[in-house]
């Protein structure tokens, strides 16, 4: 499914809060953004949108489609006396370890930065649901430990993408001088871990971002990726004050170097064509102290989202969008 603990959503989305006021602004935002703003010069208007001056984010606009050629990945957000991307930008083997020897860590502007990045889901959930069903404290109330994820209509698994997006941006976030820890790895475990498990571990590495992977199972004719932000909730253990701050600059980063990278439009079915919207149902989310996103990278059950979800250089291109963004929101 589209999220990590909810039941099977209403194809409309209409679980998803889109209708605060913010959101009205922003879309307002775009429109104006998008009318004035040549083709040329869209690369440059994302990379100002998400240049995270506001302090609550009202005043920025929202994430733009731009063409893909309008910004390169060494310039999205390069500042001077620094390396960006050059030497990790689009190369699959760039920054690969050997997993036998321990690599000397690449210098980057993430030296110094522990990234945790967590594939949604697992294969092997739908062999396991009695152990994913049972009931986990998110603080605001109690849910599903873990849930199986959607399938692309040829039965390609959500699973298998967030695990397979996941080691690529490892690889591109290493390359960039990151510590990056996986939640869990291939083969690594029969199912899970439970979202509350998923939370304790970008907490437990003091991660300075958490990303999690996912892609959306709603009806054909919803397309575009979007990211999942943090409401303010406080109950039991969840208490989200600090990080839906740094969480929506997160959130914002990515989203803009997410849609240059893959060409990918924000969701047409929720979030108002910002490409953002806000949950406070995520175990995942609420249970966070640290700064924390989602995305839904695209749409599984849509015919065009699935050609492109199951394309591996389509995935090369998602997972070093999400990299570019988060170099851009921890200063790289
Ligand atoms: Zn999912």
Excluded at 104 to 111: C, W
Excluded at 134 to 156: A, H
Excluded at 220 to 247: C, E, M, Q
Aim: contains cysteine; hydrophobic residues 35%; proline residues 8%.
């Amino acid at each position: 499914m589209r999220n990590d603990n909810s039941p099977p959503p209403p194809e409309s989305g209409s679980s998803i809060s889109t209708d605060r006021p913010w959101f009205t602004r922003r879309s307002t935002l775009v429109v104006g953004v998008a009318a004035l703003a040549p083709a040329a010069l869209a690369g440059w208007v994302l990379t100002q949108a998400f240049a995270g001056s506001g302090p609550d984010g009202q005043a920025r606009p929202a994430p733009l489609p731009a063409s893909h050629s309008a910004l390169s990945p060494g310039q999205r957000d390069a500042k001077p006396g620094s390396t960006p991307s050059e030497s990790a930008s689009t190369s699959p083997g760039a920054g690969t370890s050997s997993p036998a020897a321990a690599p000397a860590p690449a210098k980057g502007p993430l030296t110094g930065r522990t990234v945790v990045v967590d594939p949604g889901h697992n294969t092997g959930n739908f062999k396991h649901t009695d152990e994913i069903d049972q009931q986990v404290d998110i603080g605001t109330n109690r849910k599903e430990c873990d849930t199986t994820g959607t399938t692309t209509n040829s039965g390609y698994m959500e699973a298998e993408f967030t695990m397979d997006v996941s080691k690529r941006l490892r690889t591109a976030l290493e390359a960039q001088g990151a510590k990056v820890v996986l939640t869990h790895e291939t083969g690594d475990r029969a199912w899970g871990p439970c979202i509350t498990e998923r939370a304790r571990i970008g907490n437990e590495a003091k991660a300075d971002a958490v990303v999690s992977v996912h892609a959306d199972g709603v009806s054909a004719g919803n397309r575009g990726f979007h990211i999942i932000l943090p409401a303010t909730v406080k109950s039991g253990s969840a208490d989200t004050a600090k990080i839906v701050g740094p969480s929506r600059e997160l959130g914002e980063r990515i989203a803009g170097n997410f849609a240059r990278a893959t060409g990918s439009a924000p969701a047409n079915y929720l979030g108002s064509g910002t490409g953002l919207v806000v949950r406070d149902d995520l175990g995942g989310l609420n249970l966070s102290t640290q700064p924390k996103v989602f995305i839904e990278c695209g749409n599984m059950r849509d015919a065009k989202d699935a050609a492109q979800l199951t394309s591996p250089e389509w995935r090369q291109k998602a997972a070093q969008g999400i990299a570019d963004g988060i170099v851009g929101f921890l200063g790289g």
